[in-house]
């Protein structure tokens, strides 16, 4: 029977086969345990959550990276050079995407499957593109899940890629250890980044495409060294501002010495430990308040009272106050 319960864990054999497939380190486990996952159906939400209690014991020791820049900064190539060069290293690499384009209109930026050709063609890599559109807690809830069976299945290196787009920059630095920001020299307007808030978020600062222009590269980086200066808190980590060519993997090297450095940083003062702690505890008010919404959005009693409301606020019968207490009463 192939949903039987197993005495004493509570998974049924078909979740422990994944499970112990998982362990195992087999591909085909994984990626249906991430399917699982992605899956907006209640009883395979149900299964997943289960089959990501057992494998909870085996996560945790991994890296995680992520990597967030604009559309053709070069993200994809320099993740395919990455992924080689600790491959060469000898280590598995995992590379997952938060796509905010994929939630919008069920197209994608980063689901394009001929990306990182070289890399999902060996053996010691695992590439999942977007996950589908409209799922309950957003892209991003899977794509962390998603990083946990990686890690149970012994990647040493999961690189989690996002499009350099507002919320998903946050989600990205808020499920990883080390979070990088890839930009490239436009001689001109090089502090964009640093308008949009994002340098905060960055651990290490990357200028790609260094082989098409030295001098700009050169310059974009003092400007950006220079903004940091002002923006730095003095007791944290000193984001290094690095050049690199994704297309000869010149720079790469450095690049992941810097973020074994900042590991290590993490890791010696007991942050690393505490960030973790801290991402799931925030992980989980996350999923409060987003399930919370939507149970408020789908009940029947506010759906009933809504448009009464809403018409007092905005023809200013009622206060905003007034009215969101009404609405969360029907609760
Ligand atoms: P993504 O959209 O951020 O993933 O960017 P891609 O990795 O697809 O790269 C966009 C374009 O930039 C492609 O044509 C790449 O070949 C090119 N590119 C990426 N890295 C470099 C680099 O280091 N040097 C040069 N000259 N071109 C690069």
Redesign the pocket.
Known sequence: MKHAMTAGCGLSDEDAALVAGVRARRVRALARTITLIESSRADHQARAQQVLKALLPETGQRVRVGIS??????????IEALGLYLIGQGQRVAVLAVDPSSSVNGGSILGDKT?MERLSMTPHAYIRPSPAAGSPGGVAAHTREAMLVCEAAGFDVVIIETVGVGQSETAVAAMTDTFVL?QQAHGGDDLQAIKKGIVELADVMVF?????DRNATRLAMGQMQNALRLLRNSSHWAAPVLA?????GEGIDAFWDAVLQHRKRLAASGQLTEKRRKQAVDWMWTLIDMRLQKRFHNHGAVQAALPEQIAAVAAGCTTPAAAAAFLLDKL
């Open positions: 820049g604009a559309p053709g900064v070069g993200k994809s190539t320099f990306r890839l790609n495409k260094a082989d098409l690199v060519s994704a297309a000869s």
